[in-house]
């Protein structure tokens, strides 16, 4: 075969590699469509509480998914500490802060590469590797079907593929589904109006975000150039001027793409609502402030975490194969205090927290 005829043939592989490259990308959704526990939302929505009206810190802990040899790690440490930093920076407004109670490695090859989070049996064996008490953020290196998945709206666990690291708030946005929060063009209780007369009770249930048309993509009606929505689908009225959230941390818009870096005053007051009223969130909150001690742990899983003073007291001895983390905004190691872990590990860190 000539030369010319051979460089012409690679070309062409070279098209369809990328034409499928490019498939599998537009494919894949930022997210998935995790499940609302209406039970959970009923309690949220009996007693909602104001953006800002509370000031909590909340435990996560993280995981590193990599191979069973321990190569193809998902996040690196430079990556984990700017989306932590991230995490804070959004839900700073809120007076919600987190505290990073501690990172470990699963070496895991099914679970790295090929867990396919609609499939409970999958994810079962991921929360098998939750610490109590934590909202527990899982990195996978490659996730088949989506960018990152909560599983259900709210849990005290998500995952998100490398490829979505730092991209569209990713981390923020399932962790927004953990506290309580559907996408902004959620259908599950129905389609909002544009009007918002249904805004309470359809779409994502919070009023000061406008009717999401995203939920029609795919369809004929449905058009956009860039961060401008120009399609006309109709909402359950029969209206087509959408004026879609194209900021909003909740929606999909950062595909389009578009600056994604808010939340609204209403997705902060359902956060908080949702924060203070499900059972394995108000496990993740952190005290006022502890004295701990006296205590010999030598296995198991301890996060004590204060907001504000974190002091031990008496005998503090922390060995073996314990996990721990300690933290607190001020942190008083008395006489007494050993941690020497021969298998495990003690993480001890001041909180970043602004309040």
Known sequence: MHLK???????????????????????????????MDTAAMARAEANLVEARAVSAM???????????????????????????RQLLQDYAPNNICFAFMGVDSINNTFLNNTLDSDNPA???QLAAFNVPGCINIYYSFRLPKYGGNAFAIPNDFCIIAAG?????????????????????FSRATGEENINGTNCATAGDRVCDTPADPYSHLGEDCFSN??????????????????????NNIMSYWGGAPCSINQFTNGQYSRANSFLLSTPELLA????????????????????????????????????????????????????????NPSSGQVYIRGTECAY
């Open 5 to 35: 005829a051979i460089v012409k043939m690679k070309n062409k592989l070279l098209c369809i590699l990328l034409l499928f490259c490019a498939a599998t990308t537009v494919a894949q959704k930022p997210c998935g469509d995790p499940k």
């Open 58 to 84: 909340v435990r996560v802990y993280f995981h590193i998914l990599k191979d069973n040899d321990g190569s193809n790690a998902a996040i690196t440490t430079t990556q984990l500490q700017q989306e932590f």
């Open 122 to 124: 999958h994810v079962n």
């Open 225 to 246: 150039s860039g961060c401008l929505y120009t399609g006309s689908c109709p909402d359950p009225t029969g209206a087509t001027l959408f004026s879609p959230p194209y």
């Open 284 to 339: 993740t909150l952190s005290a006022a402030d502890i004295t701990y001690g006296p205590v010999t742990l030598n296995s198991g899983t301890h996060m004590p975490s204060a907001v504000n003073n974190f002091t031990t007291s008496g005998s503090v001895l922390l060995g073996g194969s314990i996990r721990a983390g300690l933290q607190g905004r001020v942190i008083r190691l008395n006489p007494g205090f050993r941690a």
């Open 164 to 184: 979505n690291i730092n991209l569209w708030r990713s981390i923020s946005h399932e962790v927004g589904h953990c506290l309580g929060l559907s996408h902004t």
